[in-house]
């Protein structure tokens, strides 16, 4: 079972991408609102880490297996509450998985009919079936702080205070950016200037 991936983006497309391993590469699919995510983030050696949900697809004549990709832990608990939905596949939960998986799982919690049937796939019933399944389940992930256009700005300034403080401690402006975006890939979530550089100096440690 794979449970985590980290390599070099080779190529981006709709609903996945192609991730270089030690000289393996990777077909990893991804719901599109994590994909913007990642696109925005993506530092410029294009080196991320993702969380990964592994399964098997079953045909007729073989078994195919299928990783997914998420940026952190609780993304991957949401997809797994997802898909526990009658008739919801992981596939299907992919493309559905178009807006913020907070937005999505406010509208689960506040019983939002009309918004669910906007999601791909998703249509009246499934919607029903959605809210009548994960309605009590998923108010932790109304709280993930994942809407795209807010997080870029708030990341730029993050990005900006901790680059200046890392210049000040004799980095190079490039290896500073890197380590940023790499922190930033692992821990999407931080919320300070402080969180971000731990987790870089955290990265500095692990190597």
């Keep these: ?20 391993v030690n000289g393996f590469c990777y077909e990893v699919l ?3 609102t ?19 949900y592994h399964y ?7 078994s195919i297996p299928v990783l997914i990709g998420f940026l952190n832990k609780l993304e991957k608990d949401f ?16 493309k559905a998985i178009n807006q913020p998986i907070s937005t999505i799982a406010q509208a689960i919690a506040n019983a939002d009919m009309q918004f ?21 389940k998923v108010g932790r992930f109304g709280l993930l702080q994942d809407n795209v256009e807010p997080i870029i700005k708030a990341k730029q300034d993050l990005e900006e205070q901790a680059l200046q403080i890392l210049e000040k401690l004799q980095y190079k402006k490039q290896e500073a950016k890197d380590m940023i975006k790499k922190a930033l890939l692992r821990c999407a979530d931080v919320n300070s200037v402080e969180e971000l550089l731990n987790e870089v100096y955290r990265q500095r440690q692990a190597k």
């Design 1 to 20: 079972m794979i449970v985590e991936v980290t390599g070099k983006v080779c190529e981006i497309n709709n609903n996945c991408l192609s991730l270089e």
């Design 30 to 32: 991804v719901p599109t």
């Design 34 to 52: 994590i994909l913007q995510r990642i696109s925005s983030l993506l530092p410029e050696d294009k080196t991320i880490r993702l969380i990964t």
């Design 56 to 62: 098997h697809q079953i045909e007729p004549s073989r």
């Design 79 to 94: 997809f797994e509450q997802f898909i526990s939905v009658s008739g919801i596949g992981p596939r299907a939960a992919i």
């Design 116 to 136: 669910l049937t906007t999601l791909p796939g998703i249509g009246r019933q499934r919607a029903k079936d959605i809210i009548a399944k994960l309605q009590d």
